[in-house]
């Protein structure tokens, strides 16, 4: 079945860049997505990636798509406090299913 | 921005009752979905819900679950005769059509079962 890894954790010092990554297994998955939890909060839809695309950027944020290994990666320019949160990937589940397949998230942890 | 509600925020239930989750999707969405995330797991989906009819439903959602759309507005998850493993966060979501829209998440309802 499908399934979306990440680690755990990741420390960065406050105005450094910040790199999450993840790994999927579902190769005809047609957008994938980077979600922000903060505490006691919903998700919160941060930006996504068609399958078609290598590269997305959004203001501080920047997506990267390597279909070939199957690994997404989001990076955070200039980390702010405000960044701190669990950072979830996640992709369409193959064969034309509805639901999401959530990887555990990532615990951004900023250090001043 | 539009956003999707859920109400309460947090519900604690005796083992055994039912309980219903609700939720105000975006209001031009038309996809609808409930997902639970158990504390310390992964988020996992439940169920879809399209066109006044369930579009598609994961091994977790048994007969002990059911969703409603019963006005224009809300979408509802019941939960019939609750257990104690049922306690978890439950977040809606909507979509635009097509199917694989982004999908947008309301802040969810943290369920205790005691």
């Not at chain 1, 702010?80 to 992709?91: K, L, M, P, V």
């Not at chain 2, 369930?54 to 409603?68: L, R």
Request: charged fraction near 20%; charge should be negative.
């Amino acid at each position: 079945g499908e399934d979306v890894e990440q680690s755990l954790f990741l420390s960065v010092r406050e105005g450094d860049s910040s790199v999450i990554n993840c790994t999927y297994t579902d190769s005809s998955s047609t957008y994938l997505y980077w979600y922000k939890q903060e505490p006691g909060a919903g998700l919160q839809l941060l930006t996504y990636i068609f399958s078609n695309m290598d590269m997305k950027q959004d203001q501080r944020l920047t997506v990267l798509l390597n279909k070939k290994d199957k690994h997404l990666s989001l990076r955070i320019a200039d980390t702010q406090t405000g960044d701190s949160a669990i950072y979830f990937c996640a992709e369409t589940a193959g064969g034309g299913a509805d639901g999401l397949t959530f990887g555990k998230g990532t615990h951004l942890i900023i250090q001043p | 921005e539009p956003e999707v509600t859920q109400t309460p925020s947090h519900q604690v239930t005796q083992m055994g009752q039912e309980v219903i989750l609700r939720c105000v999707p975006i209001s031009n969405h038309l996809y609808f979905y409930w997902y639970r995330q158990i504390l310390g797991q992964k988020v996992e989906f439940l169920v879809s819900f399209y066109n006044n009819e369930i579009s598609e439903k994961s091994e977790i959602f048994d007969d002990q679950f059911s969703v409603e759309r019963p006005d224009g507005s809300n979408f509802t998850l019941k939960i019939r005769s609750t257990k104690l493993e049922d306690s978890a966060m439950y977040f809606c979501a909507s979509s635009l059509p097509p199917k694989d829209q982004p999908q947008h998440f309301g802040d969810g309802t943290r369920l205790s079962i005691l």
